[in-house]
């Protein structure tokens, strides 16, 4: 391409992608740009659920960001099964982008809910930076602050919430049930359990001290412990199920075999998906029928719970 052009993916909350190019003017601004593709006119057919971006304050007044979206043919007069959902990162962010998984959800009749809790990526430095070295702290409140809205809305039922995420999603998901039962199913994927052991396993390794601010294990162990999600999951009650890929470097299936094995011993309802040949991104890199069967599982064990 020119190097006055430049060309894009170009995403909605409810348009998964178009190509889209621009011209690129003197003081390195993007000016005069078009959408080139028109690939996705299939959607003129079906029927989405509405988005309602959300701005919240957190226990200590903080503004937060979040969005609801909402079954198709939605009726203010029913009360809705829900499900919260956590990004990876946790230095990343949700934005204005179409989410297959939240859809999918959606249309099978549930409420889906997702934030940019503190420790996201987009909000500025001080955002960021201010889970740095106590991940479950403040993220923790602020997930908790979301549930709790979302808990208060007229359509959702505070009996049938669920809770997922993959990463440090799937580390929050960990942490949750560990410290509350309020929700009646969870899908903790790709999971981050146990600072100690994550520190020789992820490629990570050192590279964990400037990504979570801890420390190498043998240096402070207790501070590893205690943001540890394993170090709490004696008290889970809840319904989880554990998602790993066998070829994660990222996030070992060790840790997530470790959230697992200690359900099964505490008696909780629990399963084990493993999934062969897949790395880190095979929710959204996968091979297709790997990517399926994660979603089919994932939907399969919130109709166990919530419907």
Request: contains cysteine; proline residues 4%.
């Amino acid at each position: 391409a020119a190097r006055d052009r430049v060309a894009w993916l170009w995403s909605t909350l409810d348009d998964p992608a178009q190509l889209r190019v621009g011209d690129i003017d003197d003081n390195g601004k993007v000016t005069a740009s078009r959408t080139l593709t028109a690939i996705n006119d299939w959607q003129a057919g079906m029927e989405w659920g509405d988005i309602e971006e959300v701005w919240f304050k957190a226990r200590d007044g903080y503004d937060l960001h979040g969005w609801i979206l909402k079954p198709p043919g939605f009726d203010p007069t029913k009360k809705y099964p829900s499900i919260l959902e956590i990004h990876g990162g946790p230095q990343t962010q949700y934005g204005n982008m179409f989410m297959h998984e939240f859809h999918y959800l959606a249309a099978a009749g549930y409420v889906v809910y997702w934030s940019n809790p503190r420790g996201s990526q987009g909000y500025g430095e001080g955002m960021t930076g201010s889970i740095y070295g106590r991940w479950g702290s403040v993220d923790y409140d602020d997930v908790m602050d979301w549930a709790d809205y979302a808990a208060n809305l007229p359509y959702i039922d505070t009996g049938r919430m669920g809770v997922t995420g993959g990463s440090y999603g799937g580390y929050m998901t960990t942490l949750i049930i560990g410290r509350t039962d309020r929700f009646k199913a969870a899908v903790a994927q790709r999971v981050v359990s146990n600072f100690i052991s994550f520190y020789g396993s992820s490629d990570l390794n050192i590279g964990l001290d400037h990504l979570a601010g801890t420390t190498a294990p043998w240096e402070d162990m207790a501070t590893c412990w205690a943001q540890s999600p394993i170090s709490a999951i004696g008290n889970a009650r809840t319904p989880t199920l554990v998602i790993h890929s066998e070829n994660d470097y990222r996030c070992d299936q060790e840790q997530g075999e470790q959230v697992y094995i200690a359900l099964k011993k505490l008696g909780v309802d629990t399963e084990l998906l493993l999934l062969p040949g897949e790395s880190h991104g095979v929710s959204r890199g996968g091979r297709t029928d790997r990517r399926i069967a994660r979603l089919e599982y994932l939907m399969g064990w919130f109709e166990r719970y919530l419907k």
